[in-house]
């Protein structure tokens, strides 16, 4: 069977104060059909005007780091590939650490949840307007009737070899979704800020949970995505590999 290749790149570096340095953990979907990117971490643009993009005071709360060779231009190119054939862009939600690169990729049908794009228009102070001024072409889905290891999915359409499906895990934002592509007998599930830290998957105590409380929309549906998770973990690890956004560790674990 012919799958879509998977690479594992970080797109930004995000560093707080009294805290460990966090990924911007991206996917990079290979297919002879082109390219597609599962979130697209910090842009160009971000890297060459952060003040007039995002501004200091989310700067500082974010912890963002300016480097263009991490854009995922950079990375792609880094890769052998070409910028220009990134024909899809899968987004897990639209906080600004996930989709400053939207706009180095004009060409690309953006696919989102029909919540979380609602959310973004709506004018919610988490989402950044400046992102999205490139008027992106978007396509969205809503709710459906197919299940997924027990959760809603929503099939992706992107005509690749392997099948990509946004799941719903919302609470973070209310639209929030994973990804997941399938590789042959197996899955692969990009769990976004479902989780920060791979921790949160058998931990109830982290010190990173008091920051998801704080940063989620609403906190019941996040914890109530948490738990479904921890359930995949636990009763279908042989089937589903899970990676979240900011996790270094994972993505040192397949660098």
């Given at each position: 069977?012919?799958?879509?290749?998977?690479?594992?790149?970080?797109?930004?570096?995000?560093?707080?104060?009294?805290?460990?340095?966090?990924?911007?953990?991206?996917?990079?979907?290979?297919?002879?059909?082109?390219?597609?990117?599962?979130?697209?971490?910090?842009?160009?643009?971000?890297?060459?005007?952060?003040?007039?993009?995002?501004?200091?005071?989310?700067?500082?709360?974010?912890?963002?780091?300016?480097?263009?060779?991490?854009?995922?231009?950079?990375?792609?190119?880094?890769?052998?590939?070409?910028?220009?054939?990134?024909?899809?862009?899968?987004?897990?939600?639209?906080?600004?650490?996930?989709?400053?690169?939207?706009?180095?990729?004009?060409?690309?049908?953006?696919?989102?949840?029909?919540?979380?794009?609602?959310?973004?228009?709506?004018?919610?102070?988490?989402?950044?307007?400046?992102?999205?001024?490139?008027?992106?072409?978007?396509?969205?889905?809503?709710?459906?009737?197919?299940?997924?290891?027990?959760?809603?999915?929503?099939?992706?359409?992107?005509?690749?070899?392997?099948?990509?499906?946004?799941?719903?895990?919302?609470?973070?934002?209310?639209?929030?979704?994973?990804?997941?592509?399938?590789?042959?007998?197996?899955?692969?599930?990009?769990?976004?800020?479902?989780?920060?830290?791979?921790?949160?998957?058998?931990?109830?105590?982290?010190?990173?949970?008091?920051?998801?409380?704080?940063?989620?929309d609403n906190d019941e549906w996040r914890r109530r995505s948490l738990s479904e998770l921890r359930r995949l973990s636990r009763d279908h690890?042989?089937?589903?590999?899970?990676?979240?956004?900011?996790?270094?560790?994972?993505?040192?674990?397949?660098?």
């Amino acid at each position: 069977m012919t799958v879509t290749s998977v690479h594992h790149i970080n797109c930004g570096t995000l560093r707080v104060t009294g805290y460990p340095p966090v990924a911007c953990h991206c996917l990079l979907l290979e297919d002879k059909k082109g390219l597609a990117l599962v979130d697209t971490g910090i842009g160009l643009l971000d890297v060459r005007d952060p003040m007039g993009r995002l501004g200091q005071a989310l700067i500082d709360m974010a912890g963002f780091q300016f480097n263009e060779p991490e854009t995922a231009v950079r990375r792609i190119e880094q890769l052998g590939l070409q910028s220009e054939d990134v024909r899809h862009i899968v987004l897990t939600h639209g906080d600004p650490d996930h989709v400053g690169g939207l706009a180095d990729f004009p060409q690309a049908l953006v696919h989102v949840a029909a919540e979380e794009l609602a959310q973004v228009q709506s004018g919610h102070g988490r989402y950044v307007p400046s992102q999205f001024e490139h008027k992106p072409h978007w396509q969205t889905y809503g709710a459906s009737q197919r299940r997924w290891f027990g959760l809603e999915a929503r099939p992706v359409d992107l005509n690749f070899s392997s099948e990509v499906l946004l799941i719903p895990l919302f609470g973070h934002t209310l639209g929030h979704c994973g990804v997941a592509i399938r590789q042959q007998n197996r899955w692969l599930l990009h769990v976004g800020d479902a989780y920060y830290l791979r921790a949160e998957l058998t931990q109830d105590d982290h010190p990173v949970s008091a920051i998801a409380k704080q940063r989620a929309d609403n906190d019941e549906w996040r914890r109530r995505s948490l738990s479904e998770l921890r359930r995949l973990s636990r009763d279908h690890g042989d089937e589903i590999e899970l990676c979240g956004y900011h996790d270094i560790s994972e993505l040192d674990a397949v660098e």
